[in-house]
């Protein structure tokens, strides 16, 4: 089955860049879909952050857009986020999900998600 | 782009039913039949429920429905089970490729 699997620094400093990898099997993203980030800080909602699809077309959260970048590496079948500038405001789980065969479809398979600490 | 609006918490005893509203506006839930919903129990991932305001992935049970009226989508979990307890969130495509999140819900199962 298809699996998502989020890794990266536990701890980010302030001002720097937050970068995760989403490691996906059971699927090929080269096949289609569309894969996007989610976050959720401690006690907190579930935020949006953008989405890509295997060709590497991007879509992001117009409040983040400044600060965000996704990519996509078919030949690891990955994809990763950078966030720069962070702020203790970006501590949060980070969530890799799956979305549909067109951008705006809902996010079917979630990974286990990675806690990410803004400090100094 | 504001976050949608769900009552804070909401409560029920075994098998009755409850519904959670998730209000947003004509940019986002009233104009697009393109509203999620999610469970999350505590440390864990979120999990599709509904999408595409009723329809359920393989493997929910019907007790779970999804409705829409308006700029307001709804949530009934009925035969409301302990295991339902849960934190729910509402999630509506917004226009120009992007989505938005409502606050979450708390589902006590009294």
């Known amino acids: 089955q298809v699996q998502l699997q989020e890794s990266g620094p536990g701890l980010v400093k302030p001002s720097e860049t937050l970068s995760l990898t989403c490691a996906v099997s059971g699927y090929s993203i080269s096949s289609g879909y569309y894969w996007g980030w989610i976050r959720q800080p401690p006690g907190k909602g579930l935020e949006w952050i953008g989405s890509?699809?295997?060709?590497?077309?991007?879509y992001y959260n117009p409040s983040l857009k400044s600060r965000v970048t996704i990519s996509v590496d078919t030949s690891k079948n990955q994809f990763s986020l950078k966030l720069s500038s962070v702020t203790a405001a970006d501590t949060a789980v980070y969530y890799c999900?799956?979305?549909?065969?067109?951008?705006?479809?809902?996010?079917?398979?979630w990974g286990q998600g990675t806690m990410v600490t803004v400090s100094s | 782009q504001s976050a949608l609006t769900q009552p804070a918490s909401v409560s029920g005893s075994p098998g009755q039913s409850i519904t959670i509203s998730c209000t947003g506006t004509s940019s986002d839930v009233g104009s697009y039949n393109l509203v999620s919903w999610y469970q999350q129990h505590p440390g864990k991932a979120p999990k599709l429920m509904i999408y595409e305001v009723s329809k359920r992935p393989s493997g929910v049970s019907n007790r779970f429905s999804g409705s829409k009226s308006g700029n307001t989508a709804s949530l009934t979990i009925s035969g409301l089970q302990a295991e339902d307890e849960a934190d729910y969130y509402c999630c509506s495509y917004a226009g120009s490729s992007t989505k938005v999140f409502g606050g979450g819900t708390k589902l006590t199962v009294l």
């Open positions: 999900a799956r979305g549909g065969r067109v951008e705006r479809s809902a996010f079917d398979i």
């Open positions: 890509i699809y295997h060709s590497g077309s991007t």
